[in-house]
């Protein structure tokens, strides 16, 4: 990478280091860990953005991936990686792949991540791009993300990174007991109120509001949710 990627990698840490202190209030986060950060400086953004807008991927925040959907704002992107507490051993599902940016984030912090993508174009691209950039333990898939992915539960950690009207409960399901949710869902009037869940003993998930945001939303719902 040229000195001007790397100062614009620097700028780009500098504004989401600058997000999570703004926001630790709600978050009860101060600060990305090290790790993570090595992590936002390792996969090279750029590589997961289409066409023109490559030119904007070292900027803290969204942009168009074609198929009408989004890569998420950096800082978002920091933040609920941060918030599923992973170690390298960590089995990892995120539910809606899109670029792939993601996966690749969490595969530099964990040991082995399940991907799954509703739109089949989308499912490809990424899968093509994370294995071009050497992402061996990222597995993607084209499904409905919903009712997660069975064989290979249970997981440490799972993230769903589009707005759910509800959290579907195949999820907590195939979630480990102490392994951790964060799924964005549908808030009142606007957008999503981002929770981090804690699956219990009883099989119960212990849930906190972390922060406002907005994302795609998560399509597919059961019948007689008919307005996706
Ligand atoms: N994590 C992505 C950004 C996600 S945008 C990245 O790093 O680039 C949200 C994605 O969720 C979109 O690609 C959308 O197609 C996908 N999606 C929406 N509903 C879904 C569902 N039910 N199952 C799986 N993926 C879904």
């Known amino acids: 990478m040229s000195d001007e990627d790397d100062r614009r990698i620097e700028a780009l840490i500098h504004d989401v280091v600058r997000d999570f202190r703004e926001t630790a209030h709600t978050t009860g986060v101060s600060a990305p860990d090290q790790r993570l950060v090595e992590a936002l400086r390792r996969v090279p953004r750029n590589e997961f953005v289409p066409g023109a807008a490559a030119r904007s991927a070292w900027e803290n925040r969204a942009l168009p991936i074609g198929q009408g959907q989004t890569i998420s704002q950096p800082f978002v992107v920091a933040l609920m990686t941060q918030l599923l507490a992973l170690t390298p051993e960590s089995r990892v599902l995120e539910i ?25 174009e989308l499912a490809e691209t990424a899968s093509a791009t994370l294995e071009r950039l050497g992402y061996r333990d990222v597995h993607v898939r084209a499904g409905n993300g919903r009712d997660g992915w069975p064989e290979a539960a249970p997981f440490d950690a799972i993230i769903v990174t ?6 579907p409960p195949a ?3 195939q979630l480990r007991t102490g392994g951790r949710l964060v ?17 219990q003993e ?19 719902g059961d019948a007689g949710h008919g307005h996706r």
């Open 183 to 199: 799924i964005p869902v549908d808030a009142q009037w606007t957008g999503q109120d981002l929770f981090v869940g804690v699956k």
């Open 202 to 220: 009883d099989g119960s998930l212990k849930k906190r509001r972390a922060l406002s945001v907005i994302f795609v939303p998560l399509i597919g």
């Open 171 to 173: 999820l907590v399901e």
């Open 162 to 167: 589009a707005g759910a009207d509800e959290i």
């Open 96 to 120: 809606g792949t899109g670029s792939g940016y993601q996966a690749a984030i969490l595969a530099e912090l964990a040991g082995e991540v399940f991907s799954i993508e509703v739109v089949p």
